[in-house]
Every structure is written in structure tokens, then in C-alpha cells.
């Protein structure tokens, strides 16, 4: 099914509008008043972090592939920062100009990847996940197994990730697994504050509950399922599964990228915006759904 922008930027408009009505509702409730009331400064980063990433995709042309650029530059620059301080032997004076040389290989991999065929970029990404979680498994201690896994996560999925965004018919997949990560975690993110009790990964992301996830995952599906339908044609088997794939997927995203993080000992990676750390705190978990959700797609699965 080919994707039209316009209907997702719709169900992006009713899913905030939707989000609202729930915080104001829980607002004025007395047990969740003083908890739903708290997340209004973070419902507005939600928004900018929305708009900036639904703009492009909106815009497209020069504007997309300057977006993808710049994205690429930055989560490189921070995963290398983080990364570097695993790595002991690497002096200290060199320390600080390995993340600006990465951030420049990144930029430049993103403008290969925008001229990939999204079929090549994506078995490419699958096989060297498979052949470096191998060397992982066979060799846990190796003195470079902290640049594996960064070339694993964020690096091979992000070159994918750019190869989709830059083919027409799939950038659309991207916007619409953006708006439903955000969903996801925004659900999520209120069921654990009102709800949660048992910690999920207490040791690589603490803050989330069995509670939150579970409350988050019933209201995507229950999200897609009737946005899917209205919006987009999209039967409700379907929905189920595009929403399953953004469950686990986004999960992951998340969980990776905070594997790398607690590895180094820092809480966050360099900062973008106040409350959210870095940019690749807000984006890991779209760039493991966007392209398992595009995979999806190209598999007849929407």
C-alpha cells in the first residue's frame, strides 16, 4: 500500500489533540491531578520534537536530505562521545576529536546512503548485524567489541534508515513510524506515572514499568487500529501488526541505545533539549522501527 503524507500528518494532528484531552482530563482528577500535571512541560517538547521531524518529510527535496544529514552528523558526534569512553587506550587529548571526525564519516555515509537502493541498504544493515552480534557472542571481551556495537547500533541501522527516508515511496513509512514511536512512548510514559509499579529493565532503563509498556501498547494498537482504518484504509489485522512491530521495535531502539550509555556510565548523551538529553535519546528508538516498519512494507505487510 502506498503511503500519502497528508493522512498521517492528519492522524498526527488527532493523536496531539487526543493526548491533550487525556492530560486535561487527568488533570482535574484529584489521584492523578498533581502527576498528569507535571507532564504538560514535556507534552510541549513532544510537540516541537514532532514538528521537527514531521517538517522535512513534509517539505522534502533539499530540505529531507539536509535533515538526514545533519541527523546522521549529530547521533554519530554522540554516540562516539559516549563510545570513547570505553576506550582506555585511546589518549586523551585525541579523545575530544574523535567524535567530531565521526560525526563528519556519518554526514558523509547518510549522502552515500541516499543514492543506495533501499533493498541493498536494508540487506546490508541485516547482515552486518548478524555477522558483528556473531563476533560479539564468540568474542564478549574483545577490546573492540565497544566499536561493534556502535557500528551495529546506531551505524548500520542508520545508514538503512537513510536509504529509506531518501526513496519516495517509503519516506512516508518513516513519518508514520515516528508518529507512532512518539504515541507509544508518550502512552507509555503516562501509564508508568500513574499506573507503574514493577520496574521492566531496571538495570538498562530504569523509569520504565511492566505497567507503562503494557498500558502504552494497548492504546497504539487501539491508536492504530481506528487511525489506520479512518485515515488510511488500513484493515485492523494489519494495524495489529504495524503496531506489534513498533512495540518491539521501539523497545529495543531504546534499550540498545541505553546498553551503550550505561556501558560508559553517563546518563545521557550530549544534550539537544532540556528533559530529553541528546538526539539520539530522542530518536534511537525510530531508527530501529523505521526500518523494521519499512521492511513491513516492502513485504506487502500495509
Not at 576529536?97 to 544493515?125: C, N, T
Request: charged content about 10%; overall charge positive; proline content about 6%.
Amino acid at each position: 500500500m502506498a503511503l500519502d503524507t497528508w493522512p498521517i500528518l492528519n492522524a498526527l494532528a488527532i493523536g496531539l489533540a487526543a493526548g491533550i484531552a487525556i492530560l486535561a482530563a487527568l488533570s482535574i482528577i484529584p489521584r492523578t491531578a498533581a502527576i498528569a500535571r507535571s507532564l504538560w512541560v514535556t507534552l510541549l517538547t513532544e510537540v516541537v520534537i514532532l514538528a521537527g521531524a514531521a517538517v522535512p518529510f513534509l517539505v522534502g527535496g533539499l530540505w529531507l536530505k539536509a535533515f538526514l544529514v545533519l541527523l546522521s552528523a549529530r547521533v554519530g558526534y554522540e554516540c562516539a562521545a559516549v563510545t570513547v569512553k570505553r576506550l582506555p587506550s585511546v589518549p586523551v587529548g585525541r579523545a575530544g576529536h574523535i567524535p567530531l571526525a565521526v560525526a563528519g564519516i556519518s554526514a558523509a555515509l547518510s549522502v552515500a546512503a541516499m543514492v543506495v537502493p533501499v533493498g541493498y541498504s536494508v540487506a546490508f544493515a541485516s547482515a552486518f548485524v548478524l555477522l558483528a552480534g556473531v563476533l560479539l557472542v564468540s568474542r564478549p571481551r574483545s577490546r573492540h567489541a565497544p566499536v561493534v556495537e556502535a557500528l551495529i547500533f546506531p551505524g548500520s541501522l542508520l545508514f538503512a534508515f537513510v536509504s529509506v527516508a531518501s526513496d519516495a515511496a517509503l519516506a512516508p513509512v518513516l513519518l508514520l513510524a515516528f508518529l507512532l514511536v512518539e504515541t507509544y512512548d508518550s502512552y507509555a510514559l503516562l501509564g508508568g506515572k500513574v499506573w507503574g509499579r514493577s520496574k521492566a529493565f531496571p538495570n538498562l532503563s530504569p523509569n520504565k514499568t511492566i505497567e507503562g509498556l503494557a498500558f502504552g501498547a494497548g492504546a497504539l494498537a487501539l491508536t492504530t487500529v481506528i487511525a489506520g482504518y479512518l485515515l488510511l484504509g488500513m484493515p485492523p489485522l494489519k494495524a495489529l501488526m504495524v503496531a506489534a512491530v513498533v512495540a518491539v521495535f521501539s523497545v529495543a531502539g531504546d534499550l540498545a541505545a541505553s546498553r551503550l550509555k550505561r556501558a560508559a556510565g553517563v546518563k545521557d548523551y550530549p544534550a539537544v533539549l532540556p528533559r530529553q538529553g541528546g538526539l539520539f535519546d530522542i530518536v534511537d528508538a525510530w531508527l530501529m522501527t523505521g526500518p523494521a516498519l519499512a521492511v513491513l512494507a516492502l513485504l506487502g505487510g500495509f
